[in-house]
């Protein structure tokens, strides 16, 4: 731990200690979002999360802008993906509003207020869809939430009429490559390029879905 971090540690913990409900509730109801938002990324890095805490739900007015940032975060934390992954992230998303989510939905998972995940599909054809989008933190991993939010994009699909469902991602991202398998997703073509500031090998999945 950097001796910055250690100092910002103490000051936090310090200041904790003297937080209370009454001079929270003293605050605007933006600044109290603000204050419980933090508060429940800080109990759930802490304490952990409980699945029967979060629920599935579409997206929000400004929520894919966190959709995004996360994305960023923990691409580049977990495999090293530079800026440019950004770029490729918002304008798929800006298309997708542009078409005000006519063509598809997003997904979050809502912990106590608080984005933690996310699934999306958005139509392409008639009857062919892309699954997009779809992250989890990692202290939601290993819970069962993954599966859930598979099934809540594939339950649209299925209830739009839709015949197929695509997905692009990479071969480091083994987690997510086992769960598209346990989906009774096949792997249809592999691209190796440099892309995102490394070196991979892009995937696409595909899955016919029943009549």
């Not at 929270?24 to 890095?45: A, G, W």
């Amino acid at each position: 731990m950097s001796t910055l971090h250690s100092d910002q540690i103490r000051e936090f913990c310090k200041f904790s200690s003297q937080l209370t409900r009454e001079n929270v509730e003293r605050l605007d109801m933006v600044d109290q979002d603000d204050i419980v938002s933090s508060m429940v990324v800080i109990m759930s890095l802490v304490k952990g999360v409980r699945p029967s805490d979060m629920v599935i739900r579409p997206y929000r007015s400004g929520e894919l802008g966190i959709i995004a940032h996360r994305h960023c975060v923990i691409y580049r934390n977990e495999y090293g993906f530079d800026d440019t992954f950004e770029s490729y992230l918002l304008d798929g998303m800006s298309k997708f509003l542009c078409d005000c989510g006519k063509k598809g939905n997003v997904w979050v998972v809502d912990y106590w207020g608080h984005v933690m995940g996310s699934i999306a599909i958005v139509e392409t054809e008639a009857d062919a869809a892309q699954l997009r989008w779809f992250y989890l933190e990692p202290v939601c991993r290993g819970l069962g939430i993954g599966r859930t939010l598979m099934e809540a994009a594939l339950d649209y699909c299925t209830g739009r009429g839709l015949k197929r469902v695509f997905l692009w991602t990479v071969k480091e991202l083994e987690d997510a490559r086992h769960l598209y398998e346990k989906f009774d997703f096949t792997l249809t073509e592999t691209k190796e390029h440099s892309l995102w500031g490394q070196d991979i090998v892009e995937e696409r999945w595909d899955l016919e879905l029943s009549s």
